[in-house]
């Protein structure tokens, strides 16, 4: 077979390719569409150049295979390269910063680290709380509340600075990397002839909200520098490394403090908004957290190793991240001239992976697309392939802050359990929206105080 038996979408128009049936709002949801028309491998070719999408865990497995395949940065991720340049996610796999810092980060997530930031999380969640339950009986808007968490888990944990998150206020660094995100992943893209001449507000935008980002971080690395304080967190290890010559560069720092508030951020509060929708809308799973938690955690405060025996939270968070990957999918290219599914790719050549396909593979069962957190009890994950869970990445530069993300996330979902009731806002039905991630759409829930068990 030769690249051009790829199937791809109908009515291809002479000269421009398929721009038919595109949906600039919702891409990856469109492209999940299109697997079940076209089969698990598909093509689009706009203006000569090709873009390869993989949506079966079959395929993808093949995809993930180290010695042929390796990470790619794609065009949204190249969008964010102006921000971030060769940060931990956006770094070209040739570029050097990213493995220099990746061996002075490592430390930072082992567990006498995690250990460290145990506590932190812990009192911030308790002020999640405490603002949660100031707007008692209403219904708020869950993914807002949640990135006011997972910022201030990131800031406090990662670097020791606070962006005041429960003062009333949204910090405008949350605003201008939403709109960051949502530009890369629109100028990404292609909108033949006119798309430079469309997007001239919104690039003025983005430099704007470049600028805000970069000096807020300034300013997070600048207070740290100027206090001289010490402290077993992320900012510390990359200002002082443990080994002579690691040091990093001011320019390399920066970019992976952004890169951590970025990522730290917008990972984990979307996850948690897809859990609190299911929780909501399944009383049944609600209760078995709060039983798992009260048995678990008791009426004291959460300990660390408290949060591995929430086993029945963790399937939740798993299945959450299943269903609705934060990051819809990411890009790998080829080592070597190769073949997926019997299609020839040469060296170079680079696929999509759209895990929101390969996460509901039928490998998971005919029920694949709906949400059941028994997928992972023991039981039901013995012998089931690593392949088709990958919400965290593959091969080396898979997310370096992946057990910190599944710490934060457990823990704050069983203190949500143990403290409120939820309950969904009438007739909502889940809708979801795209940036450069995933995230639920006007979710809004009710918190009401739950009577200790």
């Known amino acids: 077979m030769t690249k051009s038996t790829i199937p791809h979408p109908p009515r291809r128009v002479p000269l421009i390719g398929d721009v038919l049936g595109m949906n600039r709002e919702i891409p990856n949801q469109n492209t999940l569409v299109r697997f079940k028309e076209l089969g698990p491998i598909y093509r689009r070719t706009i203006l000569g150049t090709d873009l390869t999408f993989v949506g079966s865990a079959e395929l993808a497995a093949q995809v993930f295979d180290d010695s ?57 969640i308790d002020e999640l709380c405490k603002d949660i339950e100031s707007r008692s009986g209403e219904f708020i808007p869950a993914v807002d509340e949640m990135g006011k968490l997972t ?141 798992e938690a009260d048995a678990v955690i008791g009426t004291g405060t959460a300990q660390y190793e408290d949060v591995p025996r929430l086993r029945y939270t963790r399937q939740v968070v798993n299945e959450a991240l299943r269903l609705w990957p934060t990051a819809p999918g990411f890009f790998r290219a080829a080592k070597q001239d190769t073949e997926v599914g019997g299609h020839k790719f040469s060296a170079g050549e680079w696929v999509f992976v759209l895990l929101l396909a390969v996460q509901r593979d039928l490998a998971w069962g005919p029920d694949a697309d709906q949400f059941n957190p028994d997928r992972f009890s023991p039981e039901n994950n013995r012998g089931r ?50 940036t450069l991630t995933l995230r639920p759409k006007n979710l809004r829930l009710q918190f009401t105080p739950a009577e200790r068990r």
């Open 68 to 124: 042929k395949w390796e990470k790619h940065v794609g065009r949204p991720l190249e969008q964010l390269r102006p921000l971030v340049e060769d940060g931990l996610f956006t770094a070209y796999n040739w570029e050097s910063n990213w493995s220099k810092a990746h061996e002075v980060l490592v430390p930072g997530f082992t567990k006498d680290a995690m250990v460290s930031y145990h506590g932190t999380m812990v009192e911030v």
């Open 151 to 291: 910022l201030e888990v990131i800031g406090q944990c990662g670097f020791g600075y606070s962006f005041d998150s429960f003062g009333g206020s949204e910090h405008p660094f949350v605003t201008a990397m939403s709109r960051a995100l949502t530009y890369a992943q629109d100028s990404a893209i292609p909108l033949p002839f006119i798309g430079k001449w469309l997007r001239r507000k919104e690039e003025q935008q983005n430099e704007i909200d470049r600028r805000l980002l970069a000096e807020t971080v300034d300013e997070v690395i600048a207070t740290r520098q100027q206090s001289g304080e010490r402290r077993s967190d992320l900012l510390d290890r990359m200002l002082h490394p443990e080994a002579a010559g690691e040091g990093l560069d001011a320019k390399n720092i920066r970019n992976q403090v952004l890169t951590f508030l970025v990522a730290g951020h917008e990972t984990s509060v979307n996850a948690l908004g897809f859990a609190l929708h299911f929780i909501a809308q399944n009383p049944e799973i609600a209760a078995r957290m709060r039983a």
């Open 385 to 434: 392939s690593s392949e088709l869970f990958k919400p965290f990445g593959t091969g080396i530069r898979s997310c370096i802050g992946r057990q910190f993300a599944l710490h934060e996330m457990t823990l704050a979902l069983a203190t949500l359990l143990q403290r409120f009731d939820i309950a969904p806002e009438p007739g909502y039905t889940l809708e979801v929206e795209e």
